[in-house]
């Protein structure tokens, strides 16, 4: 019996529905969190949850991205196409993850409503707009990065083209965790980061902290940065000539 290869196309219907029951599950997951700790809906300041609790939102966390990690290295035959994969369904999964919320609690408001992000290694907030940007901007990448390995002209990124993905990726980072970074800071809590959950004076502290003003500079400046790298490899890939791997 012959089984023939699976083509490109085929494999990203596969990611996709992994990512779009990923997302969806994911928002399920949050509503029973939001049903338990913010009845009256998600707002900041945040709530002082459960030691317990916080533990184990982590270790969820750090599985959903073994699980995107996972099916990214059995989707992909070299490194480049692993990248793709994860990007892709990172992007998908973040994306259908708010439209799913917005179906099942009519949430968030608007794209500059504020939102928990990360929880690893500290805390990352910010409008939902951001991190929508972010996933719209990694799906590109996926899709242009096996466009150009499917033609053959694109086997690897350059030191140039990584070191500004690099950049851009720890600006955006400074930019959704500067402000509970801040508080780790100027509280002088590092000395005792693993064990924040139960101090009482950083909890009381989060538990009166409101978001301010979003930097979006700092963000436009990683997005630009990461523009720039994209441009950098379409450029280099687009006046490659094909040739064998």
Wanted: hydrophobic residues 55%.
């Amino acid at each position: 019996m012959n089984c023939k290869p699976t083509t490109v196309y085929q494999s990203y219907i596969a990611l996709f529905v992994f990512a779009l029951a990923m997302g969806i599950l994911e928002a399920i997951v949050v509503v029973y969190v939001r049903e338990l700790y913010y009845p009256n809906g998600f707002v900041f300041p945040l709530k002082t949850l459960p030691k317990h609790i916080v533990a184990i939102e982590i270790i969820r966390e750090l599985s959903t991205l073994l699980m995107l990690g996972s099916v990214a290295w059995i989707a992909g035959k070299n490194g480049l196409k692993r990248l793709s994969a994860f990007l892709f369904l990172f992007g998908i999964w973040d994306i259908v993850y708010y439209i799913a919320l917005k179906v099942f609690l009519n949430w968030p408001e608007s794209f500059f409503t504020w939102d928990i992000l990360f929880l690893i290694p500290i805390t990352w907030v910010g409008p939902v707009l951001a991190p929508l940007i972010c996933s719209f901007l990694m799906i590109l990448m996926a899709l242009l990065f096996d466009y150009y390995q499917s033609k053959r002209r694109l086997y690897k990124l350059t030191i140039a083209e990584l070191l500004l993905l690099f950049a851009g990726s720890a600006v955006i980072f400074i930019s959704f965790t500067i402000d509970f970074g801040l508080i780790i800071w100027r509280g002088n809590f590092s000395t005792g980061f693993f064990s924040l959950p139960e101090n009482e004076e950083f909890t009381q502290i989060v538990s009166t902290w409101i978001p301010g003003d979003f930097l979006w500079g700092v963000f436009g400046t990683g997005i630009l940065s990461i523009c720039a790298a994209i441009l950098l490899i379409w450029r280099r890939a687009a006046n490659n000539t094909a040739s064998r791997f």
